[in-house]
């Protein structure tokens, strides 16, 4: 699975990911830090990218209306603040739960419109 991070999770995830050997981004990486939020996932798209987001109520918004005109993404994952602090201290936690989810789902296809909750 290649990921995409939303615009709010420090770059430095991707590329933690990057030097494991994982197909990462950060949004920020790649000009989408003001991009909204269907631009997002369309470039995800684009790129066979799995999204992942805290940004629950906006991608499940998206996602329905996707669904409803027959677009497929590549999967939504997906964060609370509560579980996964966007915090420095954070960022090893999530990177290594990162890497469990992308080590066992190696396929682009893996989380095709599906939801993923970490």
């Known amino acids: 699975m290649n990921l995409l991070l939303d615009h709010h999770y ?8 990057r030097e494991r050997g994982f197909d990462v981004v950060a949004a920020n990486e790649v000009g989408l830090e003001t991009e909204p939020d269907d ?5 995800a798209v684009s790129d066979q990218r799995a999204l992942l987001t805290n940004d629950v109520p906006g991608f499940m918004r998206i996602r329905r209306g996707w669904q409803a005109e027959g677009r497929s993404h590549y999967g939504l994952l997906f964060t609370s603040d509560s579980t996964w602090p966007r ?4 960022i090893g936690s999530l990177s290594n739960r ?21």
């Open 10 to 17: 420090s770059p430095l995830i991707a590329r933690i990911l």
């Open 39 to 43: 631009g997002v996932l369309e470039w």
């Open 87 to 90: 915090s420095k201290r954070g």
């Open 98 to 118: 990162l890497d469990e989810v992308t080590r066992a789902r190696p396929d682009v296809q893996a989380l095709a419109d599906q939801i993923f909750w970490l």
